[in-house]
């Protein structure tokens, strides 16, 4: 079974269960009924109840097969940000 989040993570790489390899959708926990996935590049979670998606983009988005320094994380953060506009 597939979630709205994950087809349309916004970059958010999801904690995974480690037994079924599902999207863990306890690790973020927003208080009583209110959980959903955690992304494990940023760390930002949302409660998957109140919202069908990620109101924020993945900070960190991991490209795939390339391996990112430190100063060229620091480069990519102050140049991106507020250009997340369309
Ligand atoms: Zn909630
Ligand atoms: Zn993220």
Redesign the pocket.
Known sequence: MSHKYETEARGHVWKRDEDDGEIDIFAYE?GE??NGPLCVNCGYGF?H??NDLPDEACSKPALEGEFTTVNEQKLLGSVDNGTDRN
């Open positions: 927003g009924y209110h409660c109840h109140c």
